[in-house]
């Protein structure tokens, strides 16, 4: 007999690997999950803690492959209705009068909205503040998390360049304080903010950086035709094909929108093994462009989906992601075969993980890490429910999220989020966000 920690039984399996079990039940011991399957498969067990999945499904959880909350949160619903490059200047205003415990506060509200979406392990790109406060936040809500460190030197962020060679210089030291910690559920990489706002020698910088510690190095890339300008005139290349020639696209590499690449940057890539952030909604809000899926995936590119943060899309919620980023498709491409459920369902979560190198998550099998969420489809937005996978991509929301396991812990139990008094923590984020706005002037 099996001795474990966690069992959630009789729930319809989506694996994301082995094809579903109608009615089956996931052992977890400690960090990883040991048996999945029918009661036959399973056999006889024994669990500290039981969650009945009766009715419901239970599923990897998704992994939110490029976003910003720490900061974004802050900024959502500012400046809506502007152009790339005019909302990232007005958002710089606030982030230039961000304080600690405001960005920590936030930085819970976001992780908490992801907690009860189902959201288990999520790639954040810091761009121009602080990581710390973040960091504090996640020993509250314990997801998984990977911190791209953000760094730039021209444009827009200029004023940091100083800042991001010296931090470049002592990042063994972050490595070793912050790299594998909290159970190796925190891990950090590099994250330089773009083609038009790092010069050359700062992206060699980090790719030598991210060689030395053997990190991830998260980007933004081909974000609309503002970039694609801005790189044509000043390199005369394609933003993918700038960071081509000095032999910075590789398999450690997330690159996050990928709306205006050429077919030759597709080859490339796909040559290079670089991993793809696909963010539909903050795409089409911005009106960044469409990104070139088909293609993207026929020439092999893992492609994940993603939120980007919540000023752009405006919310942490995959089940829209999943639904926008289906239909956009289908109808850019008036082919309603294309980017079917099972791999909607895929690309939010099996793919996704791999998009931000987490190799041993986002499927349900033995060995792998216990990430896994439980949704109650008996809505009547889901009703007859004659499809279970069909209801996850076009008809489930986030609050349909029923538990949430990250690591072997539970984090939300019967849609409560557990270990947080948020009605109190949303209470005060609004008195700080409200003095942040004041003394920034927007």
């Known amino acids: 007999m099996l001795h474990v920690d966690l069992a959630i039984t009789g729930g319809e ?22 048996a999945v399957g029918d009661t036959d ?3 006889p067990f024994s669990a500290k803690k039981t969650l009945d999945a009766r009715d419901r499904v239970v599923m990897p959880g998704f992994s939110n492959c490029h976003t910003h909350i720490g900061s974004n949160v802050l900024l959502r619903g500012l400046n809506e209705d502007a152009r790339l490059f005019e909302w990232l200047r007005s958002m710089w205003r606030l982030k230039q009068n961000f304080d600690a415990e405001t960005l920590r506060l936030a930085s819970l509200a976001g992780l908490a909205e992801m907690a009860l979406a189902g959201i288990t392990s999520f790639n954040e790109h810091f761009d121009a503040y602080s990581v710390s406060p973040e960091i504090a936040a996640l020993e509250t809500i314990p ?21 991001s060679y010296a931090t470049l210089d002592r990042f063994g030291d972050i490595v070793t304080r912050h790299h594998k910690r909290m159970d190796g559920r925190l891990r ?22 991210a060689g030395e510690f053997e990190l991830a190095i998260h980007t933004h890339l081909s974000e609309g035709q503002q970039e694609h300008h801005f790189v044509a005139e000043n390199y005369a290349m394609t933003p993918a094909g700038w960071l081509h020639s000095m032999e910075l696209l590789g398999p450690r590499l997330t690159a996050a929108h990928c709306t205006t690449l050429t077919d030759h940057d597709i080859a490339i890539m796909a040559e290079q093994q670089v991993k793809v952030a696909h963010c539909p909604i903050s795409n089409a809000k911005l009106c960044s462009g469409i990104m070139p899926i088909r293609k993207l995936r026929e020439a092999g590119v893992t492609v994940g989906l993603a939120t980007d943060g919540p000023a752009s899309h405006n919310t942490l919620d995959m089940f829209q992601e999943m639904k926008f980023g289906a239909i956009t498709h289908k109808n850019l491409h008036l082919d309603p075969e294309l980017l079917s459920v099972p791999e909607m369902l895929e690309m939010a979560t099996r793919d996704a993980a791999r998009a931000m190198h987490l190799d041993d998550a ?6 792998k890490l216990a990430d896994l969420i439980v949704v109650d489809l008996n809505k009547p937005h889901c009703a007859p429910r004659y499809d279970s996978q069909a209801a996850l991509v076009y008809s489930s929301r986030a609050d349909d999220v029923l538990h949430t396991v990250v690591d072997g812990r539970v984090v939300v139990e ?25 003394r920034s002037g927007v």
């Open 13 to 34: 399996l989506l694996t994301m690997s082995n094809g579903t079990v109608p009615s089956g039940t996931v052992l977890i011991d400690g960090q990883r999950i040991v």
């Open 41 to 43: 498969t399973v056999g």
């Open 143 to 163: 997801l998984r998390a990977t911190l791209g460190y953000g760094f730039a030197d021209i444009g827009l962020y200029g004023s940091i360049a100083e800042w």
């Open 188 to 209: 950090v990489a590099l994250s330089p903010h773009a083609t038009y706002s790092c010069t050359e020698r700062l992206w060699r910088r980090c790719a030598e950086v």
């Open 362 to 367: 986002g499927t349900l099998e033995v060995g």
């Open 414 to 438: 019967d849609g409560e989020l557990i270990g947080l008094d948020l009605p109190a923590l949303l209470s005060e984020l609004r008195e700080r966000a409200a003095d942040l706005r004041q």
